[in-house]
């Protein structure tokens, strides 16, 4: 049940504070406990709680229809300058479409494609470099936690995937963004390589439906998987 609707008129960035979007409530009204859903486009990004609401500079309880407040969300921030992002299928049209945004907005794009004459194209299009997922071959369902062996060699490999990653960039920095939809065969990786805190956002399948992922760096790392 819908308790109300805001429109984010401008968005301002506060030190020790992070991302405030100056609302106005467009109908019905909005509380300190709501539960929110970000659209755009008629699309819905993310779903979230309010970490604070105020009015000017108070905090407030609720807001009325026809007034202006500040929201903060919990843990959704958007994309912001110098994130690391990494796109899989960097040279079809979601990494295309993902590079050129993450480019724009002053982040750090690093593209995954299948062969190396896709590397200028995406580079063209704004990537700080690319990677060839055939130069690695730990793709696939991941191993079961009880088998030791073949889950060390997963990790082995993934963490030379994320080496990759970090060679680009020029420091140790993980992404802060995961543009993930191959599925079965990277999830895993997906959710390794991306920072704590981060997210996985998915849109597809196309390696397969029935991904696999080590719970534990969704909640010893805060990491989302959307």
């Known amino acids: 049940v819908s308790l109300g609707e805001l429109q984010v008129r401008q968005v301002y960035k506060i030190s020790n504070v992070g991302t405030v979007a100056g609302c ?8 300190r406990d709501s539960k929110v859903r970000v659209v ?10 309010i970490a604070s609401l105020k009015r000017f500079k108070d905090d407030a309880k609720e807001v009325a229809e026809g007034y202006e407040c500040g929201v903060t969300l919990a843990k959704f921030a958007d994309v912001k300058e110098g994130d690391v992002v990494l796109v ?6 979601v990494g295309a479409m993902a590079i ?21 194209y995406c580079m063209e299009l704004g990537a700080r470099g690319c990677i060839n997922r055939n130069d690695f071959d730990h793709w696939g369902m991941l191993p079961h936690w009880t088998e030791t ?10 963490r030379s ?5 970090w060679k680009i960039v020029g420091e140790k920095k993980s992404p802060a ?14 959710m ?12 597809a399948g196309t390696s397969g439906y029935n991904a696999t992922l080590d719970l534990r760096y969704l909640w010893m790392r805060q990491k989302r998987l959307q």
């Open 88 to 93: 899989w299928g960097g040279a079809g049209g």
């Open 161 to 165: 995937f994320g080496s990759a990653i």
């Open 149 to 158: 062996t073949q889950y060390q060699t997963w990790v082995d490999g993934v």
């Open 40 to 49: 755009r486009d008629g699309i819905v990004i993310t779903e979230d709680e």
């Open 177 to 190: 963004i995961v543009i993930e939809h191959p599925g079965e065969l990277t999830l895993p990786t997906s």
């Open 100 to 120: 050129q945004i993450c480019n724009a907005v002053g982040a750090v794009p690093v593209a995954v494609v299948s062969s190396a004459d896709k590397y200028d």
């Open 192 to 203: 390794y390589t991306c920072d704590t805190g981060g997210i996985v956002v998915t849109c």
């Open 24 to 31: 106005r409530v467009t109908s019905g009204k909005i509380t």
